[in-house]
């Protein structure tokens, strides 16, 4: 195990602790690994397995998160030299160049292996409910971005100096999963650690990167599910369908400023949060002065009203306008910054250029101040 780092287990019901035994191969743990993804983070789909590199290497499992980021996870039963982390960051490089026809066809034959064949675009709204937007692959200096993670027992201490300098000198997404086999009443059981927290990675921004300034993004799937114009009347923003997004959304505090964008199509408008976010069949929202329940309104949109379960329905958040526009009015430029997550808070360059840029069109101070009475809902 890594200095520092050590897994032991204990059974509550005799006290006695489980014993470690040899791990299985690689290719078990790989097979493990990419039928069970979740073990390493729910939040990751499997693109692809031993996906050949342009320098002749085969990545063990490649995977995509909603945000768009690829992940190149690398197997190693036993110690970890050096080496590993060089061969890392060569996959790595290799996959940050990756076009998105590549990311595409690395999927598609993956799925032709499993015998289940289809699109990447469909495995992904499958996973993660919502459509794959391209806008988001590449990040602000053209490449896609890229996390690494070395899957190991234990490692020398050579290679646990080299991947902490990395991750707090050079902001580079790299992790270390280790994992031990124990054995309790016949049966084999699997723990496993992260050398580095995974909050610990997320709050870091890369290089190049810059502090968050307090503002949101959001993507506001205009569909048959939500109307954009109803949002743009009743005043509110919404997101559901599954527990990943109303977390999300309910992260969102009042108070907050918020830029919304349709994917595909572009921004139409920022608005400051009055309340948190309540389920549909909670809301309540001012019309005319009067406060009617949201699901009272003469809705187009279904907004997952047949929905009971908690983490399936729909959540409203009310805000104020400040900018709305319609749909066929959207904003777009090349640059301007895209994110595959229903909400989040950017770090990247490109964000504070799309503000600017946004603030120009809709006649917005650079202090937040309002805008045209004409651009606002």
């Not at 998105?100 to 699109?119: F, N």
């Not at 569909?223 to 599954?242: D, L, M, N, V």
């Amino acid at each position: 195990m890594p200095m520092g780092l050590e897994q032991q287990v204990w059974s509550l019901s005799d006290g006695k602790r489980l014993r470690e035994v040899k791990a299985p191969s690689e290719k078990q743990i790989e097979d493990l690994l990419a039928a069970n993804i979740e073990i390493l983070d729910a939040g990751w789909l499997v693109i692809g397995r031993q996906v050949k590199t342009e320098g002749g290497g085969f990545i063990d499992i490649l995977c995509i998160d909603q945000q768009g980021a690829l992940v190149v996870v690398e197997l190693k039963r036993e110690l970890t030299p050096r080496e590993v982390t060089a061969q890392a960051l060569d996959y790595a490089s290799c996959v940050s160049v990756f076009t998105e026809a590549q990311i595409a066809e690395t999927y598609m034959a993956y799925s032709r292996k499993l015998e289940r064949p289809e699109t990447l675009d469909k495995a992904y709204e499958r996973k993660f409910g919502m459509k794959l937007d391209a806008d988001a692959f590449r990040g602000d200096a053209g490449r896609n971005e890229v996390k690494i993670v070395v899957v190991a027992t234990r490692m020398d201490g050579s290679t646990e100096r080299i991947i902490e300098y990395l991750s707090e000198a050079f902001k580079v997404n790299i992790n270390i999963l280790f994992f031990c086999v124990l054995e309790y009443n016949g049966s084999l059981l699997l723990s496993r650690a992260w050398l580095r927290e995974r909050e610990e990675l997320a709050a870091a921004p890369a290089v190049g990167r810059r502090e968050w300034n307090g503002e949101y993004f959001f993507n506001f799937g205009d569909s048959e599910s939500r109307s954009w114009e109803e949002a743009r009347k009743y005043g509110f923003i919404c997101g559901g369908g599954g527990k990943w997004y109303h977390q999300v959304i309910s992260s969102i505090e009042p108070g907050s400023r918020v830029w919304v964008r349709i994917p595909g199509s572009g921004y139409v408008g920022v608005c400051t949060v009055r309340e948190k976010a309540v389920p549909a069949p909670e809301a309540v929202l001012s019309v005319d002065g009067k406060d009617v329940p949201f699901l009272e309104l003469p809705l187009k949109g279904h907004y997952h009203r047949d929905r009971t379960d908690y983490d399936e329905q729909e959540f409203i958040v009310k805000v104020d306008w400040e900018v709305s526009v319609p749909k066929d009015e959207a904003v777009h430029e090349f640059g301007f910054f895209g994110n595959q997550n229903i909400a989040c808070r950017p770090t990247a360059p490109s964000w504070e250029f799309t503000l600017d840029r946004l603030k120009s069109v809709w006649g917005l101070r650079r202090d937040g101040g309002g805008a045209d009475a004409s651009l606002q809902g």
